[in-house]
């Protein structure tokens, strides 16, 4: 049984910094893609930002790139997402996801997912 299971969530002031983790179980995960996406409220859940199998290649939003970074160690099964110059609007349930392909950028190729954890920037 595959089990996601996301920390690091909390309030922050804009500016600020929160580390997003993500502790994997029940797959191979040296051969998953990986991903963390968020879902605002009343909005639909985006991707943030993905990574591949082997962590050699990265994609994020266009609103996060420079701010945000996805990093994995396959030896502790962990996914993580560094999040600084935290803005208002990234505001959201952030979840973090295992696809079965070794490269997956877009929701659909996810197939497992976390229960989510919230991350709330103040202004």
């Known amino acids: 049984q595959v089990q996601l299971v996301e920390s690091g969530g909390g309030l922050v002031q804009a500016g600020g910094s929160l580390r997003l983790s993500c502790a994997a179980s029940g797959l191979t995960f040296s051969s998953n893609a990986m991903g963390w996406f968020r879902q605002a409220p009343g909005k639909e859940r985006d991707v943030v930002a993905t990574?591949?199998?082997?962590?050699?290649?990265?994609r994020y939003v266009d609103s996060v790139k420079g701010r945000f970074t996805i990093s994995r160690d396959n030896a502790k099964k962990m996914v993580y997402l560094q999040m600084n110059s935290l803005k208002p609007e990234d505001t959201a349930v952030y979840y973090c996801?295992?696809?079965?392909?070794?490269?997956?950028?877009?929701?659909?190729?996810?197939?497992?997912w976390g229960q989510g954890t919230q991350v709330t920037v103040s202004s």
């Open positions: 996801a295992a696809s079965k392909r070794v490269a997956a950028t877009v929701l659909y190729e996810y197939d497992y």
């Open positions: 990574i591949n199998w082997v962590g050699g290649s990265t």
